[in-house]
């Protein structure tokens, strides 16, 4: 395997969610103590602890100094403690003070003396709403502990107050609300199949929906029949919102300020709660059906042949673990080819991953699984090599892919569904930045399932390199750079200048662009416009001729760089160079033998086109248009002379031919009369005419 693979397809099985028991989940109770003995008197705490903010003025007091009332207000522990000194601040902060966490918390509390009020501790959540509070004092001249909690861990911020501002706090005390996963809290009560058209969307008001906001661009037929699936699987009931569940529980799970009003867990929602169903539908649409990691899933799977897979797996297993050690869920997505017909990049189940047990060759992941709205197990288990494959030893691994690109955020919710496939251009322009960061794990999938997939996807990667051009010039770069690593043979060219290039294998098969725009793919091959140059690239190149067109779509200088890579390494490489006008062709052949690459230029191909050009020149551009067919048919004879003293290889005949004969008619030299005269047409064919000779006189020195 490459070193730029870095996951693998993975071996698994799904067993009953009654084959091995649920795991019984059990909160975190890590608690932390800050004792603001690393600070200085009358400091302000402010940021100093990493993840907490004390607001507005909380201030240190070293007891050790003899300024405070010792006696009165003892620290808990030697010598700091705090005090909110904001004497002269408005009501509330006054007598209060605020403590807000980065993260979510289950419980705080610390040790407090008040003079002869009470001092309040109150928890709220994200949002300002009072969660739980408590109270303590007075206790003049002694510390009491106080305590608050909420379990499900929604605590953002604290206010800690008196009525008179006579009270001190010390050894204060938080726990971060880290817990695992579980299934009977954080899944769903409902299961996947539970979903009913009238709880979304019936597929005829979706339709609907289209024909009042229209499109603002054209939708890839492959696209489109991604759509049609979804709609029909979703509307239908058929449990597609695998997805939505998944990612909804697992945000409700890393975030639970985000749940609905009035419920402390995702157990307690129903089906029936418009908050919820509405986020279920964004991530089942947005962050899953249509998220760069499904895009990323296809390319795991439909590249590679069984059973290695494209990339080890062990990696990816071990990342997954120490995930579930960090107390976070992982979403998996399993695949099973036959729920497809064919459409195995599409038809999957989506799970989440939140525990493990080890047992001797074999790991058992629990995840959630929506469809039955429990828990279920993925087996994984070592060959004798040590790679983790399917328990029963099949080895096709088809099967499988890990979602890996963490919460990016997807792009914001449309007022209308139509507005969703407005994303597509978006979203594969994420992708490609994406993989283009991530380059050393996906740069040989990437640029392989772009060579398969290059014809179905030309249209929508046109719109990406006019709305995002900074960016697709960036990427046909990275594309050039990268393409030698990923074949071990590869013949690739660059060309510069207002030209089209053109490619025909030995069996005569096309690549390039046609008239109208779109992209001929006759041939395994890779084809990318920028602003600046097109690349063209032969994966493993058969033996034999392929031929070289440029085509000039303007007037100025062209550059074509060809090579030859063997293993990444460049065996063969060399530039052509040369003056064009919009019309001309410029012809050559590369003969590819095993390790070896021949580039010689096809004058007499190029003379050929040359008569087409003259050909078709109206008649205005002859000295007697009404004899213009007669002089373009005694000018089609002369180059047919040219054409065949080339082919007797008689070059020095050929170049005076041509130099004397036929450019002196179109020269506008006015010592003879030209059969040409529009300035034009004689600008140009000049210009052609100096690159055959030159073409010509290549040919004589390669045979000399």
Request: hydrophobic share 40%.
């Amino acid at each position: 395997m490459k070193k730029a693979l870095a996951l693998s397809t993975i071996a698994l099985i799904i067993v009953s969610m009654f084959s091995l028991p649920i795991l019984q989940v059990k909160a975190e109770t890590t608690q932390k103590t800050i004792n603001f003995d690393d600070l200085t008197d009358k400091q302000f705490v402010g940021t100093h602890y990493v993840g907490l903010t004390f607001s507005p003025e909380w201030r240190v007091a070293d007891m050790r100094t003899g300024e405070y009332n010792t006696a009165g207000y003892p620290p808990h522990s030697w010598p700091m403690q705090v005090w909110t000194g904001t004497y002269g601040q408005p009501a509330p902060w006054g007598n209060s003070g605020k403590i807000t966490f980065d993260f979510p918390v289950s419980q705080v509390g610390g040790w407090f003396c008040a003079d002869t009020g009470t001092v309040y501790v109150e928890a709220y959540d994200s949002s300002g709403t009072l969660i739980t509070s408590g109270t303590v004092g007075p206790n003049y001249g002694s510390n009491t502990y106080l305590s608050v909690s909420d379990a499900s861990g929604r605590i953002k911020y604290v206010v800690i107050h008196d009525e008179s501002n006579y009270w001190s706090m010390d050894d204060f005390t938080y726990t971060p609300a880290l817990r695992k996963f579980n299934p009977l809290i954080d899944g769903f009560q409902f299961s996947n199949d539970a979903f009913t058209e009238k709880i979304i969307m019936s597929l005829e008001e979706i339709r609907e929906e289209f024909e009042s906001s229209p499109l603002s661009h054209e939708i890839p037929s492959s696209y489109w029949v991604l759509f049609e699936l979804l709609i029909r699987g979703l509307i239908s009931a058929q449990k597609g919102y695998c997805g939505g569940m998944v990612f909804t529980a697992k945000e409700y799970f890393e975030h639970p300020d985000r749940l609905p009003s009035g419920y402390l867990c995702t157990h307690d929602i129903p089906i029936t709660d418009t908050t919820m169903t509405e986020k279920l539908i964004y991530n089942q649409w947005i962050t899953q059906a249509f998220g760069d990691q499904y895009f990323l899933k296809w390319l795991l799977l439909r590249l590679g042949d069984a059973p290695s897979g494209l990339m080890p797996m062990n990696n990816e297993v071990e990342w997954i673990l120490q995930q579930i050690d960090q107390q976070k869920v992982v979403e998996l997505t399993v695949f099973d080819p036959s729920w497809s017909s064919g459409l195995d990049w599409f038809m999957s189940h989506v799970v989440l991953a939140y525990d493990y047990k080890m047992t001797g060759n074999s790991i058992y992941l629990y995840v959630y699984g929506p469809n039955l709205g429990g828990t279920q197990t993925i087996w994984l288990t070592k060959d004798t090599g040590g790679n983790y494959k399917i328990a029963n030893g099949v080895a096709y691994l088809e099967t499988f892919a890990i979602n890996r690109l963490g919460s990016r955020e997807a792009p914001l919710w449309g007022q209308t569904w139509g507005n969703v496939l407005n994303y597509l251009d978006e979203l594969l322009s994420h992708v490609i930045e994406y993989v283009m960061q991530k380059a050393t794990e996906y740069t040989e999938i990437f640029v392989k399932w772009l060579t398969h997939n290059l014809k179905d996807l030309w249209d929508t990667l046109m719109k990406i390199k006019d709305r995002f051009p900074d960016l697709w010039n960036r990427f046909v770069n990275w594309v050039k750079d990268n393409a030698k690593d990923v074949w071990n043979r590869l013949v690739h060219m660059i060309i510069h200048s207002p030209v089209n290039i053109h490619v025909y294998d030995p069996e005569g098969a096309h690549v390039g662009l046609t008239s109208t725009g779109d992209l001929d793919l006759g041939f395994d091959a890779l084809y990318l416009l920028s602003d600046e140059s097109q690349y063209c690239a032969i994966p493993n190149p058969e033996a034999g001729n392929y031929i070289i067109e440029l085509v000039g779509t303007g007037q100025g200088s062209y550059s074509l760089d060809i090579a030859l890579t063997l293993g990444g390494m460049t065996i063969n490489e060399q530039t052509l160079s040369g003056n064009i006008v919009e019309g001309a062709v410029y012809v050559y052949t590369v003969n590819i033998a095993e390790e070896v690459m021949t580039l010689k230029p096809d004058p007499a191909t190029e003379l050929g086109h040359l008569k087409t050009f003259i050909n078709t020149l109206p008649s205005k551009c002859f000295y007697q248009p009404k004899l213009a067919n007669y002089l373009k048919n005694a000018l089609s004879c002369k180059i047919d002379e040219v054409i065949l003293k080339i082919k007797a290889g008689n070059y020095t005949d050929a170049i005076n031919k041509l130099a004397h004969d036929i450019r002196a008619k179109m020269d506008g030299d006015p010592t003879a009369q030209d059969w040409i005269i529009d300035p034009t047409a004689q600008f140009k064919l000049c210009i052609i005419v100096d690159h055959i000779i030159s073409n010509i006189q290549t040919l004589q020195e390669k045979t000399g």
